[in-house]
């Protein structure tokens, strides 16, 4: 890939670049760096990649995670808002195929595997998320709203949710 060519290409464009890198904070810092040479920083969006459940979920939050530190620690070149694909989740077998009973309908695991991909990365210091079920996003809006809204619950209506029948 020719950067240099890419970037003088977009630099005049009125676009957002998504800085994609795989799960891994020096290339993610690296590729920043040379961003920064072309394109100004409200421009660029960094997406250190992420595995969706059953697949390396655990590493790629924990390297969302430690890019958010690092940047409140200072460090320039991790400062970018956090952009993830959480259709990733959507790659596990046990999110689409037909399985045992056991599982529940795959109409409802498709987008609550996604939806958990999604909530786990925000959680995890994701800014942006890209999804692909319509379920999903209504899903994850309304549990933002929920958590920016700064009212906390009852914890005894958590008892209802506990013991919901499919």
């Known amino acids: 890939m020719k950067l240099e060519d890419i970037c003088e290409y ?51 939050f924990t390297v969302m995670e430690r890019a958010r530190l690092n940047a409140l620690k200072g460090d320039s070149e991790l400062q970018q808002p956090l952009a ?13 195929l037909k399985m045992d009973p056991f599982w529940g309908p795959r109409e409802i695991r498709t987008p609550l595997w996604e939806t958990l991909t999604g909530i786990i ?6 800014d942006y998320i890209m999804t692909m079920h319509p379920l999903t996003m209504q899903t994850v809006n309304e549990i933002v709203e929920v958590l920016m809204s700064g009212k906390l619950g009852k914890a005894e209506d958590i008892m209802d949710w506990v013991s919901w029948k499919i």
């Open 10 to 60: 977009i630099k005049n464009k009125d676009c957002i670049v998504i800085a994609f890198t795989p799960m891994d904070l020096d290339k993610a810092r690296e590729l920043n760096r040379k961003l920064f040479d072309y394109l100004p920083k409200e421009r660029i969006l960094m997406d250190t990649n992420t595995a969706g459940i059953g697949y390396g979920l655990d590493y790629g």
């Open 84 to 96: 993830t694909g959480v259709t990733n989740a959507l790659a596990a077998r046990e999110a689409w």
């Open 121 to 126: 990365n925000i959680l995890a210091g994701a």
